[in-house]
């Protein structure tokens, strides 16, 4: 895989979250994500908080890419499982 401009995650479950860390990693790119979610990762050493920025419900995020992404509501946990 080559650079990932934007790395966004919607929840925690391992279908959404398993590879994002190391993609993050590589990259040094941040890893947006819930404020629960990124909470818990960089509690858990998975990612250091510089790279672990919140995404929220209503939030919105304009990445160095251009992209724009406003996170809507969702009727998903997002904590790691």
Known sequence: MGKVDVLLVMHGHLDHIADAPAIAQL???KMYAPGDLNQSAA??????PELLPRLNKSA?????AGVKVTAVRAEQSSVLV
Not at 43 to 48: K, R, V
């Open 43 to 48: 509690l858990l050493g998975i990612l250091p």
């Open 27 to 29: 990259n040094q790119d």
């Open 60 to 64: 919105m995020i304009e990445h160095t």
